[in-house]
């Protein structure tokens, strides 16, 4: 067995116990394989095992992939901060986009993707908050402005509303903000039933998130192993083939 069908299994294992230890069913969680940093060739690996949802947080990393990768089937999805100049180019993708954070990006990637001709996929992203003076530093609408977004971009003709992300704080066990992130979800699902997806959880802190709803975890490291280079707060570096 490689190392990545290792990882793999171990974590869909990892998954499925949280699940059941949380007496959810475990097909109700989905697995999303954030490949920042690795080569296509990964991906490629990846998807020949059965991976079929891969993410990114940078937009030149993504569409290199999407790319590379065109004939192969895959869902992808932007994870990272994105720019309104970008928005176009990640809609053509066809990428779910789990970063929405504030109306004027709504705005952008509304008429994206009625230029696309296919609706964009959209989670809006929630600041969990985070040590005194980074609220913010992870990206997210504070929970207070999220149903106003929300209905924005459920109002919007070029979107599709299917639910919300978050990062944990790194200050705070998990837990009780997985638990935060529920319940604005719950709020954001009474107005809006089609929003059921809760993106949460990373290598370090899946087993929180499904013990709190989560639908989709994001894990990178327990696949595909550490990245490359130091990491700082979510990856300002350039990827390896800018590294040259
Ligand atoms: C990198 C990243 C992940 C995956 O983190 P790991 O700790 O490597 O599993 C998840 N979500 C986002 C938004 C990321 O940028």
Redesign the pocket.
Known sequence: MSRLEENLRAVRARIDAAARAAGRDPAEVALLA?S?TWPAADVRALAALGQRDF?E?RVQELLGKAGELAEVELRWHF??QLQRNKAAAVARTGAVVQSVDRAPLVATLDRAGQEAGRPVGVLVQVDLGGPEGTIGARGGASPAEVPALADAVAGAAGLRLRGLMA?APRDEEPGPAFARLAAVAERVRADHPEAVEISAG???DLEAAVAAGATLV?????LFGA?PLPCGE??EHQPRESQQ
């Open positions: 954030v920042k993410g947080n994870v990272g990062v990373m290598s370090g994001r894990v990178g490291t327990a990245r979510f990856e």
